[in-house]
């Protein structure tokens, strides 16, 4: 069966720190890999999405994400996170998603 | 602007006592889909229509139900609430079950 795994439950960082995320699932055969990011008040909403071709995909809001297939990873980057960013992210591969992971970004 | 619509964005309802949720889309898309979201859990996905193609999950319990009237509707029936069902409920619509998804604000389920 498939499962998506997201290792960091809380992260915490100051603003103008730099973030990745992690995201690992399980599954053989081709996948569509996504980030969705929910802000406070908000409902879920796509950051950015994976299909095929360059394995570096950019976002809305400066994000990216890098697919290595041989690592079964789509971690989510960013150089430098703003307080804006605080919401909580969610990886998905079609449609089975992680369990997110809370940032909170402190001016 | 074309949306996803939840209604009601919060329910109430008596163990036992039937609830049904109700999930609206303006984007004409073939697939819609129903989660079950507890806290600090990841959405759980209950079922799924592609166009009027119902599909269960195989872990989802007897008690959730799902009817898709129309392209624009679907509805999702829990037939005797327990405790344990008291959760956010998610419903996304989507072109294709590959592409990305749409979410509503969700209904938020508490049994008493």
């Known amino acids: 069966a498939q499962s998506v795994s997201q290792h960091n439950h809380h992260v915490i960082l100051s603003e103008a720190a730099s973030l990745e995320l992690g995201c690992n699932y399980s599954?053989?055969?081709?996948?569509?890999l996504f980030w969705y990011v929910q802000y406070p008040g908000q409902h879920l909403q796509l950051l950015l999405k994976?299909?095929?071709?360059?394995?570096l995909v950019k976002g809305i809001k400066g994000f990216e994400a890098e697919f290595i297939k041989s690592k079964f990873s789509f971690n989510l980057r960013k150089p430098s996170v703003q307080w804006s960013d605080t919401a909580e992210y969610f990886c998905?591969?079609?449609?089975?998603f992680g369990a997110g992971t809370r940032l909170t970004v402190k001016p | 602007d074309a949306m996803v619509i939840q209604n009601p964005r919060y329910q109430v309802t008596q163990f036992g006592k039937p609830v049904t949720l109700s999930c609206s889309q303006t984007l004409n898309h073939n697939v819609m889909y129903w989660y079950q979201q507890k806290s600090s859990q990841a959405p759980k996905l209950l079922f799924h229509?592609?166009?009027?193609?119902?599909?269960n999950e195989a872990d989802t319990p007897d008690n959730f139900q799902s009817r898709r009237p129309n392209t624009s509707f679907c509805f999702l029936d829990i037939r005797s609430p327990g405790l344990g069902d008291a959760a956010m409920y998610l419903c996304a619509t989507s072109i294709g079950v590959y592409n990305e998804q749409f979410f509503g604000p969700g209904t938020r389920l508490t049994v008493l």
């Open positions: 229509y592609y166009d009027k193609d119902f599909n």
């Open positions: 998905a591969v079609t449609m089975r």
């Open positions: 599954y053989g055969g081709t996948v569509n």
């Open positions: 994976y299909f095929s071709g360059d394995p």
